[in-house]
């Protein structure tokens, strides 16, 4: 009887020590009402881009897995045609993943993105905004978004987005919080 139980042991604290580690990771992430955390990271051009200097503005802080894969991809292809209702309402995109500038370059030219992409392959802005994931063994952003207001303080949170409508839910969240 004691031999079936050690398995069962485990599995419980193997299952109660990854609940643990999921919360710990939630907890990691900023939250709403809170002031963003500021950064500056290269941008595609290598320019460096600072948080701060978009103060005043509405800052949509993307964060996605892989520069040239098929949902981001879509996401920022979604991002750039709705660029001139983002800019109608005061907003500036901001994608980050933990790419280099050169593979961000390839992708801005490759897919005519015009907006910026931020490089973060030390993962410093990815796990500072808890966003830091992994897919089979490589360490990559996980798709989060986070809606920064003019004063600098988080007013939304998306994790785990379907990047094929998520350019509407965010446009839709900054429309209802400027009413």
Request: net charge neutral.
């Amino acid at each position: 009887m004691k031999k079936l139980m050690i398995p069962a042991v485990v599995a419980a604290m193997a299952a109660a020590l990854s609940i643990g580690v999921a919360r710990a990771a939630d907890e990691a992430m900023p939250s709403v009402g809170q002031k963003a955390p500021t950064f500056t990271l290269p941008s595609q051009t290598g320019e460096p881009i600072a948080l701060k200097s978009y103060r005043g503005k509405w800052v949509v802080l993307y964060f996605y897995p892989k520069d040239m894969t098929t949902g981001c991809t879509i996401e920022a292809h979604n991002f750039q045609r709705d660029q001139a209702k983002f800019d109608a309402d005061n907003a500036v995109i901001l994608g980050v993943s933990v790419d280099t500038v050169d593979s961000h370059k390839q992708f801005c030219t490759k897919d005519g993105l015009t907006f910026h992409l931020l490089a973060d392959p030390q993962h410093k802005v990815v796990d500072e905004y808890g966003s830091l994931g992994s897919y089979m063994g490589l360490q990559i952003a996980n798709r989060n978004t986070f809606l920064i207001d003019p004063q600098g303080k988080i007013v939304k949170e998306w994790t785990k987005v379907d990047p094929t409508h998520h350019s509407e839910e965010v446009l839709a969240a900054i429309a209802e919080l400027k009413k």
